[in-house]
């Protein structure tokens, strides 16, 4: 599966930005599907992920309930809405693909280039 990520850019603390992810190549819809990122001079951490339905969902504490995950099965894409956004959320996000839903504790297999999220203060 290749994975192609986008939708970074440089927003505003308080705005708004929507990343997609579309994959080719491979099943998507039997893959468990995730964000990452990696901030500058820190490791990749995990964002959140879907499963293969995509009505099972999971988040690191620091983004529930300002981030949503969803993914459209029939155009072979995952999204990832980003509200309310601070700075400490400026990061290269990537999409991830798997065939275990809890990516934040296996090393998933499929990865997507990376995609700058800057939010200024």
């Known amino acids: 599966v290749q994975l192609q990520a986008s939708g970074g850019g440089l927003v505003q603390t308080g705005d708004s930005l929507r990343l997609s992810c579309a994959a080719s190549?491979?099943?998507?819809?039997?893959?468990?599907m995730g964000w990452f990122r990696q901030a500058p001079g820190k490791e990749r951490e995990f964002v959140a992920a879907?499963?293969?339905?995509?009505?099972?969902?999971y988040y690191t504490d620091s983004v529930k309930g300002r981030f949503t995950i969803s993914r459209d099965n029939a155009k072979n894409t995952v999204y990832l809405q980003m509200n309310s956004l601070k700075p400490e959320d400026t990061a290269v996000y990537y999409c991830?693909?798997?065939?275990?839903?809890?990516?934040?504790?296996?090393?998933?297999?499929?990865w997507g280039q990376g995609t700058l999220v800057t939010v200024s203060s």
């Open positions: 190549g491979g099943t998507f819809s039997g893959s468990a």
């Open positions: 991830a693909g798997s065939q275990y839903f809890d990516l934040w504790n296996t090393i998933p297999k499929y």
């Open positions: 879907i499963n293969l339905s995509g009505k099972i969902t």
